[in-house]
């Protein structure tokens, strides 16, 4: 007889309770479900947990602190997560980033494909400096702490155990959900966050244009989203790829998808080339 | 004091003991070493002077709201206007007042002298000519400043040098003589100055002064009966001032959106503290909030008893106020049935609040959409404080794929793109070499022609046609790359010199 998920949910929310000393937060069930059954049921929350912070890393080797920033692939899986909890929670974000005229930022129109709604994002801006890691740490612990915000994504490299465990409990308080974006660097120090995930950007699939699929275009965006590591569950790699409705196989919901594990793909016909790619673009403007 | 005038160093300023030496502004430095050998002179600093003269009308506020500095444009000793009409009462009366004014001026190192008069030119009068009692202070009775400013020379009307030397050849030499002459015949002969001095201080027509800084409406003060120093106690009468002030809003019905907190050290110097909200409280837990984070940020408070005279005593506050600069209509706070919608809205401006209290205004931003092809002219960003984040969201949908992330300046990148019209082949940024497997594109976007060069902001390096492509590189990373300018302008080979690349934007 099948178990009820219902049922399991409710004991892992105890057992979760009883693993912070009985103080369970009453916001414990109010997890982010990735509205993927693969990843979901994994998690012993049932997606991430709320009243926690997690980590997510930038799986690109070749990122480090001399390329300044991180990359893409990073970005839009917190984006497509962010937006998820702003639709999910009904409230806004705050983006917590350094402040660098010099660098990248975020940018509303490419954010919308994620799912998030940047009418909806709080950009906080802080400068770059000796003391950005705690004034930083500051600004994620108060939004965490705040009710009103939906999940609270930050950009934050200087992290350590003290830091770390500060965040846990402002957002156990508060019932926030953060997330960490930082960089793979080697040997992190342990934190007290309640799970960790690498993201590394996957050559994309197939686009689909007018009911065709064409190889040479990029296609969704794909994702390698390793759990490393999840307080009371168990390390598991997952091919992710997002799904928005120019994505013909799916359907018209935006969401993420679980890729089948690569298989050998045709290398892009090098007489294809360049007409294919304007031509597809025409019937994609036609479509 | 000394600076140089006319070809000699002249004396601008001296002090009482020199004075008694025989020493007088005006008088060359050389005549005055004569005099006297052993005078220390300094740089004259006019405008420290009428900084120092600013700063110090600030710290006069502590009286009353209105005050003004005086005296550098007027000739004379410099001083300060109080304007103190319902204030005297706050202090134990017009005569502690200005007792408690002297004393603390000669404590932080001012000579100073007080005159209170029914007029501005009286009270002038009063401060510098008047009969002082031991506290340095002169009070002319209400009503009674006429007969009291006839016995004063004429110096006392803030006449020009020269013009005090003319009266003074007529015999004129008291304000009484002056007062007692038909208005004709003295206007013919020194203009109308000295007629309306004299109105002036006898109240016969009004006399404008501008205040230091326009007096704010929502304003309250409380003063120590013994110096703080411990950022808590602060804190604490903080408070009390805010609940009183809110107090004041709810009846009024109006809500700060900025408040001043005003410091006094007992060395004269005055901290000012701002805090502002996106939409106007009340609420005094809210407001405190705003408040403490600037307050704790103020340099360390000494900690216990400090010796009278160390800069750490100086430090000490004795006197607060707290003004709210700024204030909106807002109504009596309805509760809500079920507690919670109208709840989490105040709590995202509070946390609005906070983070821009401490980070600046200009760094807590929201997005907001423009109508416009150039994409880094899309989005722009609102301090959060200032916007309430209603924008619509129909902008935001662009008509072709755009990145998360745009950097903030496009950046060059070295490309090899064999054919012409074509995404190149690879691409090297920041060091590292691309291998562009896929690519989308081009995407033309025109100069916005249309917009004057003035308005093209800042982050338009060129007004020049760019042709956007979406690649994808060996390891899946995505980018926004695009060619600027077209390859058949210029030469008529269709080649241009170098195209040139630019990496604009990062992809999921």
Redesign the interface.
């Known amino acids: 007889m099948p178990a009820n998920p219902l049922l399991l949910q409710r004991l892992r929310s105890r057992i979760a309770a009883i693993e912070r000393d009985g103080t369970g937060s009453p916001h414990t069930g109010d997890h982010l479900a990735f509205g993927l059954p693969h990843i979901d049921d994994h998690l012993p929350w049932g997606g991430l947990a709320g009243g926690a912070v997690h980590e997510i890393l930038d799986g690109d080797p070749r990122t480090n602190s001399k390329t300044g920033c991180l990359n893409g692939a990073i970005t839009s899986f917190a984006a497509a997560l962010a937006g998820r909890a702003q639709v999910a929670r009904a409230s806004p974000i705050v983006w917590i980033a350094p402040r660098s005229d010099a660098r990248e930022s975020l940018y509303g129109p490419g954010l919308t494909a994620f799912g998030l709604d940047p009418a909806h994002l709080i950009a906080v801006r802080v400068p770059i400096g000796s003391e950005f890691a705690a004034t930083a740490l500051w600004a994620m612990e108060e939004a965490l702490r705040a009710t009103a915000v939906g999940i609270v994504c930050a950009e934050i490299e200087d992290l350590d155990l003290t830091a770390s465990r500060r965040l846990q409990l402002a957002a156990e308080a508060g019932g926030g959900l953060g997330l960490l974006l930082r960089k793979d660097e080697g040997a992190l120090p342990p934190t007290a966050s309640v799970s960790r995930w690498r993201i590394t950007a996957l050559p994309s699939g197939p686009a689909h244009v007018a009911g065709a699929k064409i190889t040479n275009l990029p296609g969704p965006a794909r994702w390698r989203a390793e759990l490393v590591r999840a307080r009371g569950g168990q390390p598991k790699t997952w091919q992710l790829e997002w799904k928005d409705d120019a994505n013909e196989d799916h359907d018209a919901a935006d969401g993420f998808a679980v890729v089948p594990p690569l298989r050998d793909r045709p290398l892009p016909e090098a007489d294809q080339g360049a007409a294919a790619i304007r031509i597809a673009l025409e019937t994609r403007q036609t479509a | 004091m000394a600076m140089p005038e006319g070809g000699a160093v002249r004396l601008t300023a001296v002090t009482l003991a020199a004075q008694k030496a025989g020493l007088s502004p005006g008088q060359s430095l050389a005549d005055a070493r004569a005099l006297e050998p052993a005078v220390v002179v300094h740089d004259a600093d006019p405008d420290g002077d009428t900084a120092a003269l600013e700063a110090l009308a600030g710290w006069a506020t502590r009286y009353t709201p209105w005050t003004a500095a005086s005296g550098l444009e007027t000739g004379g000793a410099v001083g300060l206007w109080l304007d103190v009409s319902g204030c005297a009462h706050l202090f134990g009366g017009e005569a502690a007042m200005l007792d408690d004014l002297t004393g603390r001026l000669t404590a932080i190192g001012y000579t100073a002298r007080a005159g209170l008069a029914d007029t501005a030119g009286a009270a002038w009068a009063a401060a510098r000519f008047g009969k002082p009692g031991k506290s340095r202070t002169v009070i002319l009775p209400a009503g009674g400043h006429a007969p009291a400013i006839a016995a004063f020379p004429t110096a006392a009307l803030r006449l020009p040098p020269d013009m005090l030397d003319g009266l003074d050849r007529l015999g004129l030499r008291d304000i009484g003589d002056l007062a007692d002459l038909p208005r004709a015949g003295l206007t013919r002969r020194f203009g109308e100055l000295p007629a309306r001095r004299l109105d002036q201080a006898l109240g016969r027509i009004d006399e404008p002064i501008s205040p230091h800084a326009p007096a704010p409406v929502w304003r309250l003060r409380t003063a120590f009966p013994e110096v703080l120093g411990r950022e808590e106690d602060i804190a604490a009468a903080a408070r009390n001032l805010l609940e009183a002030l809110c107090n004041r809003l709810a009846r009024a019905e109006r809500g700060a959106r900025r408040l001043e907190l005003c410091l006094y050290r007992v060395g004269g110097r005055v901290d000012t503290l701002t805090a502002g909200t996106s939409r106007a409280s009340r609420e005094p837990d809210h407001l405190m909030r705003l408040l403490a984070e600037q307050l704790e940020r103020l340099p360390e408070p000494p900690t216990s008893a400090p010796d009278p005279l160390s800069a750490a005593a100086e430090a000490m506050i004795e006197t607060l106020t707290l003004a709210a600069t700024r204030t909106d209509p807002l109504r009596a706070a309805q509760v809500s049935l079920d507690n919670s919608r109208d ?6 401006e ?3 609040d ?2 821009s209290g ?2 600046g205004a200009d ?7 423009h109508e416009t092809h150039l ?1 880094e002219r ?2 722009a ?1 609102v301090p ?1 404080l200032k916007e309430r ?1 209603k ?3 129909e902008g ?3 008509p072709q ?9 496009p950046e060059p990148v070295e490309a090899i793109a064999p ?1 012409p ?3 190149p082949v690879m691409f090297r940024w ?3 070499l691309h291998r562009i ?5 081009p995407e033309r976007i025109e100069p916005e022609w249309w917009r004057a060069p003035a308005d093209t902001g800042t982050t338009v390096l060129d007004a020049d046609t760019r042709d956007y492509y ?3 590189d ?6 926004w790359l695009y060619r600027e300018g077209l390859y058949d302008r210029g030469s008529p080979d269709c080649a241009p010199a170098t195209p040139r690349w630019f990496l604009h ?4």
């Open positions: 709840a989490e809205p105040a709590a995202l509070r946390l609005i906070r983070l401490r980070l760094n807590v931003m929201r997005f907001a959409a994409p899309v989005q960003s959060a984040g924008s619509p969201t935001w949908q662009p794929p755009r990145p998360p992330r745009l950097l903030a300046r054919v019209d074509d995404p920041r060091g590292r497997t896929r690519a989308e594109g979406r690649v994808e060996a390891d899946g990373q995505r980018f934007g990062l992809f999921g």
